[in-house]
């Protein structure tokens, strides 16, 4: 009989060659965790912040500030 290792490191025999709807969603599942800005939740905000950590985010809404200020007064 011809053997397959499954996603969890286990034997499955060629009638286990079907996936079931459950191992399916699981799957998916876990390909979406793989690629979380692909999903509806993800956002380029979050993911540039994430990219930055806390000090790259402080930097930025700091020149952030700084460059409302500097345009504020140069326009009034």
Not at 14 to 28: H, I, Y
């Amino acid at each position: 009989m011809l053997e397959l290792l499954d996603n969890k490191g286990g034997v499955m025999g060629m009638s286990d060659d079907k996936e079931t709807p459950e191992r399916r969603r699981e799957r998916m599942r876990q390909e979406e965790l793989k690629r979380p800005s692909s999903s509806i939740h993800g956002s380029v905000l979050s993911d540039l912040v994430g990219a930055l950590g806390w000090k790259g985010t402080l930097l930025l809404i700091i020149l952030m500030i700084i460059g409302f200020f500097v345009v504020s007064i140069f326009v009034i």
